[in-house]
């Protein structure tokens, strides 16, 4: 049972983050992007399957996730999307390594991966240039185009957009049969199960706020439900984090809320149910969180 929550813990600390860091790059350039950050974006377009491809070769689990979501956002090519996804190693690499493969083998492996993945970006990106079946649409105005078609009102802050997000994550999951991914879209914001508990600014329509607050309301949390709620407490940019950190990072950027302590609260309850379940301490199976407290 602790190796479960252990792998749980790990692979979902891992995700998030990189799905976090997509969405927050697009909202990002809709919102700080100077004419520096634009003309980079601009040049280095044609250039995306080479850099896709260089990237991608790095064993980081969601990167291919990320790179999935910067495409729909229609801030990186289909070419680069391709070279991420058949240069990412993911697993490859711890398995060849346990299973001692020579150097030789995996660095050859990692080389072949690389120019396949760049090869390929490079001429689906010329095929669909050729046929011309897709308007070129710069980066920034893409994801400008997104919020305003979606109506997410996200002007008024990349974080207090996130309710419509919230929902519209649900609606796609369950567009797609994926029942319980739709849940923890729905959960994984809300330790207080009240929608009123968030400082998502309430840009949604009366109806998704009503089955919103109804779910909430209703549901039982699972241990998954609780379990990514409190991975989303253990980590920031800079890696695994005390509770106490990631409490205050947040709270001294967007102040103190009526549900705050109430938030923590809760969030510290899920931590004691899942030590009592293994039988010690969530912070011994983060590597190097002692670090937190120096960065």
Not at 30 to 48: C, D, F, M, R
């Amino acid at each position: 049972m602790i190796d479960v929550i252990k792998d749980t813990l790990f692979d979902s600390i891992k995700l998030l983050p990189f799905l976090f860091l997509a969405y927050l790059l697009m909202e990002y350039l809709e919102h700080k992007t100077g004419n520096k950050t634009k003309g980079i974006v601009k040049k280095s377009g044609k250039l995306g399957p080479l850099w896709g491809g260089i990237i991608g070769i790095f064993p980081q689990c969601g990167f291919s996730a990320a790179a999935a979501n910067l495409y729909a956002g229609k801030i990186i090519t289909m070419g680069t999307l391709i070279a991420v996804f058949l240069s990412t190693s993911d697993e490859m690499l711890p398995i060849l390594i346990s299973e001692a493969a020579p150097a030789s083998l995996i660095l050859k492996i990692l080389a072949i991966k690389l120019v396949v993945g760049i090869i390929a970006g490079f001429i689906i990106d010329l095929v669909i240039n050729v046929i011309g079946k897709t308007k070129k649409v710069e980066p920034e105005e893409a994801v400008g185009h997104m919020c305003e078609h979606d109506h997410c009102d996200c002007e008024h802050g990349i974080f207090k957009s996130a309710l419509k997000h919230t929902i519209d994550g649900y609606d796609y999951a369950m567009s797609k049969g994926w029942k319980e991914v739709a849940k923890v879209c729905l959960t994984h914001s809300f330790p207080i199960k009240d929608i009123e508990a968030d400082i998502a600014k309430k840009d949604i329509t009366e109806e998704q706020y009503q089955f919103m607050k109804h779910y909430l309301e209703n549901i039982d949390y699972d241990d998954y439900d609780k379990l990514i709620i409190l991975c989303d407490a253990l980590a920031d940019k800079q890696g695994f984090c005390i509770l106490e950190k990631r409490f205050i990072d947040t709270t001294r950027r967007y102040g103190i809320y009526p549900f705050t302590v109430e938030r923590w609260n809760q969030t510290y309850n899920y931590k004691a149910y899942f030590e009592e379940m293994i039988g010690t301490s969530i912070y011994t199976l983060l590597p190097n969180i002692e670090s937190c407290i120096f960065k």
